[in-house]
């Protein structure tokens, strides 16, 4: 991975902030590339660390925003089975990219880019991987938001700042992986068979990146939500539940959020007395 | 738990007696008072069996059984086999009344006994609603004397300085930890990594589940990375060079053994690594 090349862009910015002198453009700014990050190949441990906490398999599209000399993409090809993209502003590194991963028989599979992060199409990917300075990825932080709920985004060293990582490791390095949430925040309504009769029940989610809470209306009285859970597109949230004649229950709910339509089941009770039913709600308010 | 039945409480005036007097009260010569028996309810019942995750071959031992629902919820609704243990000979006939009611009689055993004293060893849940007295006093003994891996769900009142391994909030708090296996010490490694040394001394101090240490080889120390340890089951990373080495395996008394992956990917290279104590970390003090 790597990195990233240059930081004329980062050093103008500490300079700034310091003295409070507007500088000349930088090299890189003249060259019209702002986001320069200074080359740092990434040791071979934590590349495999990243891969393998992504959970990277032949099914997988893999990014890397500044690839450096190719490592990351080329272990991905060569170890993983997957296929990817690297994309670096520094043509030179591009080229070798190229020839290293035909030396190890994955040039069919992998694909070096001269190009800026920034203005690459995210959209292919179902793995991200990254090594860039704080401030570029705080930038990059709205654009991995909205790629498709379920990408996995792995980094090293820096961190994605409020937008916490759902699992981290250190072997030698801090690896983050974050999965990108499907959005859940707004109004949903759904109803739901329980035994007694069936349910109207209305959901509010409010959501800050992964995390997300919830109140509900259970034929429009006021209803608690618990435990609410959001990994990629898979929601999980816990209702109480009392019927007549049935004792107060817990509702599990685990569901499929799909755009403005979720759909799963709902299970009530636990053990040989849970009972099972779907539930589908779509959204009424964003 | 069903209940919360505090027993001994002591400890519990105690603990109110500190609250209003900011002073330390006398336990020790207050003479134990039955605090009020608060029941579980059926929602509090469920979800601490389903964080136990009881099966069929589990016996759930509840501490303070009350009129028995943890114990015969386990039987009826989970397959297990129970045991409760009560203070109050009232609520003991009554769990045993209700056990027969919901045809579990022949599963679940409930004993007149104080849950101090009480021989709980043969347990793989252990549920409880106590207070936190209590709980703290029980302690010592349930990590002592429970096997690693036997599960402990608290109702309300976890352990003041063990993380639970998980906590879920629905409505109320309730608190899992699983006994952890004793790994402090030191001891002899025996594992054949690529382009490493075949014999290493892992030292390890653990704080309940979770531990730190590395391995000593001549001329050198490894970090373990990713220490983990649930019940008897033990985890780390050792790097070589540019090559990790994932240990996973389990712990037997004065002996662990399992897998090693070195490397990832087709280069993944798996082999069987063994360990033997040298020193336990009782014994380092």
Not at chain 1, 115 to 140: C, N, R
Request: aromatic content about 6%; charged content about 25%; some cysteine.
């Amino acid at each position: 991975m790597m990195g990233a090349r240059a930081v004329p862009a980062v050093l103008c910015a500490l300079l700034c902030a310091v003295l409070a002198v507007p500088l000349a453009p930088s090299h890189a700014q003249e060259r019209g590339f702002p986001h320069d990050v200074p080359f740092v190949p990434t040791a071979q441990l934590t590349v495999d660390e990243m891969l393998r906490l992504a959970g990277v398999t032949a099914k997988d599209f893999v990014i890397d925003l500044g690839s450096g000399d190719g490592r990351i993409v080329i272990t991905a090809a060569r170890k993983f089975g997957a296929r990817g993209l690297g994309v670096d502003l520094d043509f030179n590194l591009v080229i070798q990219s190229e020839e290293s991963a035909r030396q190890a028989g994955v040039a069919d599979r992998v694909q070096f880019l001269q190009q800026d992060l920034f203005k690459t199409d995210l959209s292919p990917a179902s793995v991200i991987t990254t090594y860039l300075l704080p401030g570029v990825m705080l930038k990059l932080r709205d654009r991995l938001l909205a790629l498709k709920p379920g990408t996995r985004v792995v980094s090293h060293d820096f961190d994605l700042g409020d937008w916490k990582p759902d699992q981290t490791t250190s072997v030698r390095k801090n690896v983050y992986l974050w999965i990108v949430p499907a959005q859940v925040a707004g109004v949903w309504r759904t109803s739901i068979e329980l035994p007694a009769a069936a349910r109207k029940l209305d959901l509010e989610f409010t959501q800050r990146y992964q995390q997300v809470s919830a109140h509900g209306r259970l034929d429009g009285a006021p209803a608690m939500v618990w435990e609410a859970r959001i990994a990629g597109e898979r929601l999980s949230f816990v209702m109480t539940d009392a019927d007549a004649g049935e004792g107060e229950s817990a509702l599990y709910f685990e569901g499929r959020v799909s755009g403005d339509v979720i759909e799963g089941e709902v299970t009530r009770g636990v053990g040989m007395q849970r009972r099972v039913a779907k539930w589908r709600a779509v959204r009424i308010k964003r | 738990m069903a209940q919360g039945r505090a027993r001994s409480t002591a400890a519990a005036a105690c603990m109110l007696a500190a609250a209003v007097a900011a002073g330390p009260g006398a336990a020790a010569g207050l003479p134990d008072i039955p605090t009020p028996y608060l029941a579980s309810t059926h929602v509090a019942v469920d979800e601490m069996l389903r964080l136990a995750e009881v099966r069929a071959e589990d016996l759930v031992v509840d501490l303070g059984s009350g009129d028995g629902r943890v114990v015969i919820a386990a039987a009826r609704d989970w397959g297990a086999r129970g045991l409760g243990i009560e203070i109050d000979p009232a609520l003991v006939e009554e769990s045993r009344a209700n056990a027969r009611r919901a045809g579990v009689a022949e599963r679940v055993e409930f004993r007149h006994g104080d849950v101090l004293t009480a021989d709980l060893r043969a347990g793989t849940v252990v549920t409880m609603y106590l207070l936190t007295p209590l709980v703290e006093r029980l302690k010592p003994r349930l990590l002592a004397e429970l096997r690693p891996g036997t599960r402990i769900v608290a109702h309300d009142y976890g352990f003041s300085d063990w993380k639970a391994d998980r906590r879920v909030t629905i409505s109320k708090t309730y608190y899992l930890y699983v006994v952890p296996a004793q790994v402090a010490g030191r001891w002899q490694l025996t594992a054949t990594l690529p382009g490493g040394e075949g014999e290493y001394e892992l030292r390890l101090e653990q704080r309940y589940q979770e531990i730190r240490g590395g391995a000593h080889l001549s001329g050198g120390f490894l970090p373990a990375f990713e220490a983990r340890l649930s019940g008897d089951r033990i985890q780390f990373v050792l790097v070589t060079g540019q090559t990790s080495h994932r240990f996973e395996g389990q712990v037997r008394g004065a002996a662990m053994e399992g897998v090693v992956r070195s490397g990832t990917g087709p280069q993944l290279v798996a082999s069987r690594w063994r360990a033997t104590r040298i020193v336990s970390g009782a014994e380092e003090g």
